[in-house]
Antibody
Framework: EVQLVESGGGLVQPGGSLRLSCAAS????????MSWVRQAPGKGLEWVSS???????FYADSVKGRFTISRDSSNSALYLQMHGLTAEDTALYYC?????????????WGQGTLVTVSS | QSALTQPASVSGSPGQSITISCTGT?????????VSWYQQHPGKAPKLMIY???DRPSGISNRFSGSKSGNTASLTIAGLQAEDEADYYC??????????FGGGTKLTVL
């Protein structure tokens, strides 16, 4: 059974930084691209970033230059380093695994970790 | 990248069929057969219902089907059931190698 468990969320001041983690199990982590998707309170889904390998990464314009996605296949872990956080980054951040490819559909999701940016 | 356009709400009675539209551009929906649909119940993570326009993941009821014409994709739910009441989101691969979601549609089963 695929399991994705996010952690690292919390309350951070505007301009601050946070590092999210996603612990994956139940599948061969190294063979899948992985993604982060966020959802602001009461709002819709927003794709944030995806990673195929260390050098093949993709970002939404809204986070490009501020967020960095990375992975550690030896530990089946996905990360999202976030800098320069603003109130607009307040959201539940989901780790997601695709059913096939990279951006063709996310079959497995974690339960999310909440990031709140506020002074 | 602008969000895909979905109706804010749709409704139907049990047993009926409903269709949710998802309109984009030739740079996303119209340009690729990589449209996906998600169901989200309150307080829960999204669930993949359709991928690659009209493919269903294992375990998803065949009451759910997808299609696409030009820049508009559609999700049809046949034989509406009470448990289908949820928010539905479409997503599409884009020419910028990103993913764009729709704003979401609230389905009410009357």
């Amino acid at each position: 059974e695929v399991q994705l468990v996010e952690s690292g969320g919390g309350l951070v001041q505007p301009g601050g930084s946070l590092r999210l983690s996603c612990a994956a199990s139940g599948f061969t982590f190294s063979t899948y691209a992985m993604s982060w998707v966020r959802q602001a309170p009461g709002k819709g889904l927003e794709w944030v970033s995806s990673i195929i390998s260390g050098s093949r990464t993709f970002y939404a314009d809204s986070v490009k230059g501020r967020f960095t996605i990375s992975r550690d296949s030896s530990n089946s872990a996905l990360y999202l380093q976030m800098h320069g956080l603003t109130a607009e980054d307040t959201a539940l951040y989901y780790c997601a695994k695709p059913i096939i490819g990279v951006l063709r559909g996310f079959e497995d999701w974690g339960q999310g970790t909440l990031v709140t940016v506020s002074s | 990248q602008s969000a895909l356009t979905q109706p804010a709400s749709v409704s139907g009675s049990p047993g009926q069929s409903i269709t949710i539209s998802c309109t984009g551009t030739s740079s996303d929906v119209g340009g690729y057969n990589h449209v996906s649909w998600y169901q989200q119940h309150p307080g829960k993570a999204p669930k993949l219902m359709i991928y690659d326009v009209n493919d269903r993941p294992s375990g998803i009821s065949n009451r759910f089907s997808g299609s696409k014409s030009g820049n508009t994709a559609s999700l049809t739910i046949a034989g509406l059931q009470a448990e289908d009441e949820a928010d539905y989101y479409c997503g599409s691969f884009t020419s910028s190698t990103t993913l764009v979601f729709g704003g979401g549609t609230k389905l009410t089963v009357l």
